[in-house]
T-cell receptor
Framework: DVKVTQSSRYLVKRTGEKVFLECVQDMDHENMFWYRQDPGLGLRLIYFSYDVKMKEKGDIPEGYSVSREKKERFSLILESASTNQTSMYLC?????????????FGDGTRLSIL | GENVEQHPSTLSVQEGDSAVIKCTYSDSASNYFPWYKQELGKRPQLIIDIRSNVGEKKDQRIAVTLNKTAKHFSLHITETQPEDSAVYFCAASIKTSYDKVIFGPGTSLSVIP
């Protein structure tokens, strides 16, 4: 069974801080994703990575960056946290390009920026 | 850009009744349509998916139908049970990337015992 683990379930940070959200998957999936989930807006893609060191911007990348130094780990970075980045953040992974397989999600990190 | 609409946003049904959630998508090249269920406080999990070469797929009490001409797809849950209460998300693949999907805004389903 695929396991996607996010480092924190709840996180509270202050405005202007640099924030790191970590995600690890154990199924050797090439693809990894970071989403933001807000009520009434569904899941919006922040960044997508299809291989180590490879990344693509999603629909809402502003204010965020990512790092994928190892295949199993995908980090989301809030360069200078702002209150409008308070949200639920979900990480997911899936099999590679050309193979339409479902995404497997982590439990999410509820981030509050004060 | 690509878009997925989902209706209704909230749905309440009596236990044992059927529930139907409808989605429309804008990208005519979309060919993969997964549905996810997210129970309160838990991660989204795939419950069923359909590919564009199939018009209907069923798995026990859950079925999905796809109308490619109209760019509609729907989730049908029969004989609903309280444990079906959750938020359901539809999604559609994007032509510019094999592996990305766009999610609908979600439907909150409540099954009343």
């Amino acid at each position: 069974d695929v396991k996607v683990t996010q480092s924190s379930r709840y996180l509270v940070k202050r405005t202007g801080e640099k924030v790191f959200l970590e995600c690890v998957q154990d199924m050797d999936h090439e693809n990894m994703f970071w989403y933001r989930q807000d009520p009434g807006l569904g899941l919006r893609l922040i960044y997508f990575s299809y291989d180590v060191k490879m990344k693509e911007k999603g629909d809402i990348p502003e204010g965020y960056s990512v790092s994928r130094e190892k295949k199993e780990r995908f980090s989301l970075i809030l360069e200078s946290a702002s209150t409008n980045q308070t949200s639920m953040y979900l990480c997911a992974s899936s099999l590679p390009r050309g193979v339409r397989q479902p995404q497997h999600f982590g439990d999410g990190t509820r981030l509050s920026i004060l | 850009g690509e878009n997925v609409e989902q209706h209704p946003s909230t749905l309440s049904v009596q236990e044992g009744d059927s529930a139907v959630i409808k989605c429309t998508y804008s990208d005519s090249a979309s060919n993969y349509f997964p549905w996810y269920k997210q129970e309160l406080g838990k991660r989204p999990q795939l419950i069923i998916d359909i590919r564009s070469n199939v018009g209907e797929k069923k798995d026990q009490r859950i079925a999905v139908t796809l109308n490619k001409t109209a760019k509609h797809f729907s989730l049908h849950i029969t004989e609903t049970q309280p444990e079906d209460s959750a938020v359901y998300f539809c999604a559609a693949s994007i032509k510019t990337s094999y592996d990305k999907v766009i999610f609908g805004p979600g439907t909150s389903l409540s099954v009343i015992p």
